[in-house]
């Protein structure tokens, strides 16, 4: 079996948290969500659990409080994609469906990458790297 990835993320509204993502093309795996979590499909091995605050307070250590991410940085989350062109479509289509420009796009030639924040905050980097960079 493949490893897989679950990020656990609260958030504030779950409706609004998931027309956001599908609204990015994304989808939800049924299966894994209800009425206080939402399972987003990034790829076959990776998932973000989008979690009603309440139900994310079940998940922490008992005292801790959830981070106000539209204040503070808790997570970097960066997603890859197969070309330039496929970091802007992604980043254009958060920012037209309500996620906010987390910093300037980056560009060193053989990387190119923009920056968003969704619903919550939460700052998602999507990033494109020349595969002849990778392999040296």
Known sequence: MAQMIFVNLPTKDL???KAFWTKLGFSFNPQFSDETTGCLVI???????????EKFRTFTA???EIS???KNTEVLITLSRDSREAVDELADAALAAGGGE???????????GRSFSDLDGHHWEVFWMDPAAVQG
């Open 15 to 17: 409706d609004a948290t």
């Open 43 to 53: 790829s076959d091995t990776i998932f973000a659990m989008l979690l009603t605050e």
């Open 62 to 64: 008992p005292g801790k």
């Open 68 to 70: 106000d991410a539209t």
């Open 102 to 112: 987390a910093k300037e796009p980056m560009d060193h030639g053989f990387m190119y």
